[in-house]
């Protein structure tokens, strides 16, 4: 069984950075055909999807409303990925979690099926 853990998350003043990591052990994934995404869950909103990125290659994808502020990043020798969050704004408060699968789930469904426990991240103005 994989488990994956997120960390980074905190208060951020609005247009500040941070960056949250994702931590994979156990079962890890084929680097070639495994991809990795982060959601995030505001109060009171369904789950949404922000980004991915394929283990295996460059191919990401993100979310609108994160483009041109939010990269997600990977380090598989660490069995790591990361999302760099830049400008926040306090509509990304939210708990944000990572999230692994095939990459043909993750990238053509959005619906993965291993789930970390979430990290918070609340932006203040």
């Known amino acids: 069984q994989v488990q994956l853990v997120e960390s980074g998350g905190g208060l951020a003043q609005a247009g500040t950075s941070l960056r949250l990591s994702c931590a994979a052990s156990g079962r890890t994934f084929s680097k070639t055909n495994s991809a990795v995404a982060w959601f995030r869950q505001a109060p009171g909103k369904e789950r949404a999807f922000v980004a991915s990125?394929?283990?295996?290659?460059?191919?990401?994808d993100y979310a609108d409303s994160v483009k041109g502020r939010f990269t997600i990043s990977r380090d598989n020798a660490k069995n790591t990925v990361y999302l760099q969050m830049h400008n926040m704004k306090p509509e990304d408060t939210a708990v944000y979690y990572c999230?692994?699968?095939?990459?043909?789930?993750?990238?053509?469904?959005?619906?993965?099926?291993?789930w970390g426990q979430g990290t918070q991240v609340t932006v203040f103005s």
């Open positions: 999230a692994a699968d095939h990459y043909w789930v993750v990238f053509n469904t959005r619906r993965p099926s291993f």
């Open positions: 990125i394929y283990l295996g290659g460059n191919s990401t």
